[in-house]
């Protein structure tokens, strides 16, 4: 068997490991997590398990940044497209007011609700083990609510700071926080069917605009989304 082939194996049993790790939790919950059933479902012995990952805590922290690739860059770079889509029709005196953020807001928000929404199981599975912080998985999985949030705070800071609106790093912490469970408590009030997700979206977004007036009133005042 030639080098080439002994990769391409291997990786491709590395990413049924993890893909397989996933279905566990999503079927059986996190306390029925196991290395012996993970290995199981693959096809392989448990102790091959260690030619791919040494322990589950390394295998769940690759299942986190499988997500965040998944989720997280591709929305950021929507993001950026979008500003820079939007300052790119404006004058020079209103290159990126409210109107941009606005749009900007609406984008980013639309595009949460649709990604947490078309894998909600996953997302419900996440924020249990966010909450709940014990069992085999013990908040490892969980933890990526964190990351996440963190990620957004570079994110942002960065892309007002590009347009010569400087934050400080707590407001910019109360507004991504502020935003996260705003939108996590109404993806699940959709997904519940208590109510329609434009409705949540338009409200989110509202709520959105309010906060940057509040936290950076000298470059989005009067604020009417």
Same mark, same amino acid.
């Given at each position: 068997?030639?080098?080439?082939?002994?990769?391409?194996?291997?990786?491709?049993?590395?990413?049924?490991?993890?893909?397989?790790?996933?279905?566990? /939790?999503?079927?059986?919950?996190?306390?029925?997590?196991?290395?012996?059933?993970?290995?199981?479902?693959?096809?392989?012995?448990?102790?091959?398990?260690?030619?791919?990952?040494?322990?589950?805590?390394?295998? @769940?922290?690759?299942?986190?940044?499988?997500?965040?690739?998944?989720?997280?860059?591709?929305?950021?770079?929507?993001?950026?497209?979008?500003?820079?889509?939007?300052?790119?029709?404006?004058?020079?005196?209103?290159?990126?007011?409210?109107?941009?953020?606005?749009?900007?807001?609406?984008?980013?928000?639309?595009?949460?609700?649709?990604?947490?929404?078309?894998?909600?199981?996953?997302?419900?599975?996440?924020?249990?083990? %966010?909450?709940?912080?014990?069992?085999?998985?013990?908040?490892?999985?969980?933890?990526?609510?964190?990351?996440?949030?963190?990620?957004?705070?570079?994110?942002?800071?960065? @892309?007002?700071?590009?347009?010569?609106?400087?934050?400080?790093?707590?407001?910019?912490?109360?507004?991504?926080?502020?935003?996260?469970?705003?939108? %996590?408590?109404?993806?699940?009030?959709?997904?519940?069917?208590?109510?329609?997700?434009?409705?949540?979206?338009?409200?989110?977004?509202?709520?959105?605009?309010? /906060?940057?007036?509040?936290?950076?009133?000298?470059?989005?005042?009067?604020?009417?989304?």
């Amino acid at each position: 068997m030639s080098a080439t082939v002994r990769q391409n194996r291997a990786r491709n049993t590395r990413e049924a490991l993890l893909d397989n790790a996933l279905k566990l /939790l999503l079927e059986e919950g996190v306390n029925e997590f196991s290395m012996n059933k993970i290995a199981k479902r693959t096809g392989i012995a448990q102790p091959s398990f260690y030619n791919h990952f040494r322990n589950l805590d390394q295998l @769940l922290a690759e299942l986190r940044e499988r997500m965040r690739k998944r989720y997280l860059s591709p929305l950021q770079d929507l993001t950026k497209a979008k500003v820079s889509a939007e300052t790119a029709v404006k004058t020079e005196d209103s290159s990126f007011n409210l109107e941009v953020m606005t749009a900007v807001n609406r984008l980013f928000i639309e595009q949460c609700f649709q990604s947490i929404l078309a894998d909600i199981d996953v997302f419900r599975l996440i924020l249990k083990d %966010h909450q709940q912080n014990s069992g085999p998985v013990g908040g490892k999985l969980g933890v990526i609510l964190d990351e996440i949030n963190q990620e957004w705070i570079r994110f942002f800071t960065a @892309l007002l700071a590009e347009q010569g609106i400087p934050v400080a790093k707590q407001e910019m912490c109360l507004y991504v926080d502020c935003m996260s469970a705003l939108i %996590h408590s109404l993806v699940l009030g959709c997904d519940g069917g208590r109510y329609h997700q434009s409705k949540a979206i338009e409200i989110t977004t509202r709520t959105s605009c309010v /906060l940057l007036a509040d936290l950076f009133p000298s470059y989005f005042p009067n604020i009417q989304p």
